[in-house]
Structures are given as C-alpha cells and as structure tokens.
C-alpha cells in the first residue's frame, strides 16, 4: 500500500462500511461519540469504550436510535489489560475487527516549571500509552484474522507545533504519530492502514484555549459559526471531523496509509513529515565557531515557527 498517486479516487471503492466492526476509544461524548456515529451511519457495527459507564451506555442508545449496532465497553485507556477486552468485546458480540480508532484523552495542562510527574504521567499514559496498546492489540487480531484492517489514531495541532502549557500533551500527541509512521511500514504486508487525524473541533479541549472559546461557547449556544473560524482558523464542530475518519476506514481510503491529516470546520489538510529545510556542508566538519559564522544566512532564515499561531478575526 502507498500514499499519494496510487490513492483511489472517492468514486473509484465503497464508502460503505456494511459488514465491518470498529472499535472507537474514548467515544461516550465529543469527538470520539461523533466517530462512532459517523462508523455506524456508514454500516459499521462500533464498540463505544468510555470510563463513563453511563455516557458509554448513553451513546450506545443514541447510535442505536439511529439506527445503527453498538455495544459499550466501560474500561480505562492505557493498561494491556484494557485492550485486550476491548478486542474480546468486539469479538464476543461482532465476530470480528476490521477498525480501531485510538481517540481517548485527558488534559493536565500547566507549565513546565508547575508540571507534576503525576500530570506528566497521566496524559502519557492516557494519550500514548492507550493508543500503543490498542493498536497492538488491535494489530494482532487483524493480522490473525488476514484481512487487512483500518487503524486511526488521533493526534493534535499540539503535537505539530507546540502549545504553551502542554508539556505532557504536546509529547503524547507528537509521539502518536511518530508511531502512525512507524506501523503503516510495519504493517503494510498485512494491508493495513495506519493513519492520523490532526481535528481541530469544538470539545471541552479546545475551550480552554482563548482564541477559540467564544466559538465553542457559540456552537453550546446552537449558533452557526461565521466564515473566518470555519474556514481561517478550520474550525467546527465534531460532526465536522467526522467524516475524514469514517473515509480513512473505508475500501476508498486502502491506498493511504502513514499520513497526519488534518480537518475542521471547512478545511481539509494534509500535513508534512518533518523533513529538512536548510542543509549547509563545511570541510572537514562543523565546529562552534564555523556555526556560529554560518547560522545567520545559512540557517536562520529556515527558523519554522512554533504554537498555534492563529490568524485574527476581522474587525
């Protein structure tokens, strides 16, 4: 499987998702219940995983007044243990697994010199930890089954560039898709896809941020957002993101595989593997004093910026 121009075209392989079975992690609420409704819509059968029985077993009702097949499953992100019934509980009442969506998260957010192990470890634990040993298991049963499979994991603007007072965060988010590119090349043989999804969407995440509160608060409110935050900023609801998940688990998305792509509000992205962007040689070696001369024509115009870095709303 290769990205780029081997990528079918939407109209070229089914959307549909009839016959499959997903797991979503995270997905009693926000984002991770809008993937599982947007898998069941397309026909997929879904295993809602929350740690809130009741918002797992809420959402559940809620994909099943809609039609669709879903069974809860209430067990923490993170420990072996977890995944491993995750993978039974799809097995028990589905037969099988063909998706695997590592969405579940948790902020600690504060600054570095205020950051407590106990905040850095949660959010590893939660964030990289829980998707590391989803997709292992996950893996593992796809592979057996020798079918192929789908795998989303879900990472982050903070993970691309950086976010003030997201240590723990920025680290997990990064980390999920240094490990996104790592699967797709060790999974390829057994076709399956490896992917991640970078949303920027309205949750109880991103109202913390200043320059997007008043639009979350605007979306609570039923309000439609205006043109510059869903177009400029990328910015919309859950629903909005949601399709760029259930089209990665789809037959139209089989050549597509170790990709970041982003999605929001109106703006569908897809982002760089970090790569080089000024390259300098020197005979015999690069001592300090042959950088320092060199730095500021060769190197620092390269500088690539950090943070959100959002454009401001018109006046």
Not at 253 to 260: E, K, L, P, R, Y
Not at 281 to 307: C, E, L, N, T, Y
Request: charged share 15%; net charge negative.
């Amino acid at each position: 499987m290769a990205s780029g121009s081997n990528t079918p075209s939407p109209g070229s392989a089914e959307l549909g998702l009839a016959g499959k079975v997903s797991i979503v992690t995270g997905s009693g609420r926000g984002l991770g219940l809008a993937y599982a409704q947007a898998l069941a819509a397309a026909g997929a059968a879904v295993v809602v995983n929350d740690v809130d029985a009741a918002a797992a077993d809420a959402a559940v009702e809620l994909i099943a007044a809609e039609g669709g097949r879903a069974v809860s499953c209430t067990v923490p992100a993170g420990p072996s243990a977890s995944a491993a019934t995750l993978i039974d509980r799809a097995v028990e009442h589905f037969g099988r697994l063909d998706i695997f969506v590592a969405n579940a998260g948790i902020l600690r957010d504060t600054v570095l010199w205020k950051m407590s192990d106990d905040d850095f470890d949660t959010v590893i634990d939660v964030h990289l930890r829980g998707t590391f040993t989803g997709v292992r298991a996950a893996a593992i049963k796809m592979r057996q089954q020798g079918d192929g499979g789908r795998i989303i994991c879900i990472g982050s603007p903070t993970g691309q560039l950086g976010n003030f007072g997201q240590t723990n965060y920025a680290a997990a988010k990064a980390g999920i898709v240094g490990m996104v590119r790592t699967w797709s090349l060790e999974l390829a043989r057994s076709n399956i896809t490896v992917n991640a999804v970078v949303p920027v969407a309205a949750t109880e995440m991103t109202r913390t941020i200043p320059a997007l509160r008043q639009y979350v608060d605007a979306l609570d409110r039923g309000e439609e957002l205006p043109a510059f935050a869903r177009r400029e900023l990328g910015f919309g609801g859950p629903v909005d993101v949601a399709g760029l998940v259930a089209f990665l688990a789809s037959d139209a998305a089989a050549g597509i595989t170790g990709q970041a792509i982003g999605i929001g509000g109106d703006r569908l992205a897809l982002w760089s593997h970090p790569s080089e962007v000024a390259v300098g040689f020197q005979d015999g070696g690069w001592d300090a004093k042959a950088i320092a001369a060199a730095w500021p024509s060769m190197f620092a115009p390269a500088h690539q910026p950090v943070g959100p870095n959002l454009p401001e709303a018109p006046k």
